[in-house]
């Protein structure tokens, strides 16, 4: 693999600038409480679609706008690579990115790790990747994968849990042929139809897709787990230090279940450099670090 592969209601004028990413950019902004840029422009998973931004993630766009005392602005990019270049380019002050681009970046880039979050499973700052098979396969183990040369699903080349840590479970030796599928839920589906023998994804993702009964409950065996840490939410290095720390501490502060729910958390503690290094070493080792541009 070369390089990465990584509320209901509102005011109208908050609504608007929450859900219209492009209405922030390229215009000078103001400066609220602790020198946080108003409106602060966050970025959201990449996975995060248009549709998903105004019905789900209103609750946090309020939440932070009460807290920090300035409009909130959200974008989801397209990918990964997208995610750091606006991080970068300073189209975005804040972003969500999954450790694995974080980690291949952080040493070039010098870009500010604020929080990340305890997991809702594991009530941890580490969630966990799993390799999986379908329970009727006969397939039971890693070695059973290895050794049969069984065609391993993995998702979005740039996830730690769904495409690194999968390839670390399977000792690294590339015994198995891959397939590419982008998504969690679409390495679930082609475990369930038997287009790979078996699959890596997170396993809170896993455990999501048989709640929402995208996949039958029970119809998978893990095979092995690697703990991630999790997808840390990362400041421009332009951002100044007073307006990082109101944003990390807002998001500390987070304790309505019903937000931390939106969220798949337990809460947020501090994210820090020294986290990634395990999972930049491993990375290199699988030669997957080199930083996407």
């Known amino acids: 693999m070369t390089g990465l592969r990584s509320s209901r209601l509102l005011g109208p004028a908050l609504l608007a600038a929450a859900l219209l990413a492009s209405s922030g950019c390229g215009a000078a902004r103001a400066s609220g409480p602790a020198g946080v840029p108003d409106p602060l422009r ?30 909130v602005v959200f974008s989801a990019p397209v990918d990964e690579p997208a995610a750091l270049r606006a991080l970068r380019d300073d189209e975005v002050d804040v972003a969500r990115l999954d450790a694995l681009t974080y980690a291949a970046a952080d040493h070039r880039d010098s870009l500010a790790p604020l ?53 670390v479970m399977l000792g690294g030796t590339g015994a198995a042929a891959m397939l590419v599928t982008g998504t969690g839920y679409n390495t679930a589906r082609a475990v369930l139809d038997g287009t790979a023998g078996a699959g890596g994804l997170a396993l809170r993702t896993l455990h999501r897709l048989e709640r929402d009964r995208a996949v039958p409950a029970g119809a998978f065996d893990v095979l092995r787990t690697h703990p991630v840490p ?16 109101a944003v990390a501490a807002a998001f500390e502060s987070i304790s309505a279940p019903g937000l931390l729910n939106l969220l ?19 990375a290199e080792r699988l030669g997957t670090a080199e930083a996407t541009p």
């Open 264 to 282: 798949q958390a337990r809460g947020y503690v501090q994210a820090r450099p020294a986290d990634y290094r395990e999972l930049r070493a491993d």
């Open 42 to 71: 966050i970025g959201l998973s990449p996975s995060i679609t248009p549709a998903l931004q105004r019905e789900t993630y209103q609750p946090l766009a309020r939440y932070l706008h009460q807290r920090l005392g300035v409009e």
């Open 115 to 167: 929080v990340t979050e305890v997991d809702a499973e594991t009530g941890s700052p580490r969630y966990l990747s799993a390799l999986v098979a379908r329970h009727d396969s006969g397939v039971r183990s890693v070695t059973d994968v290895v050794r049969a040369g069984t065609r391993v699903a993995l998702g979005d080349p740039h996830s730690a849990a769904g495409d690194l840590y999968p390839r």
């Open 230 to 245: 999790g997808s840390p939410w990362v400041a421009r290095r332009g951002l100044g230090a007073a307006a990082q720390d």
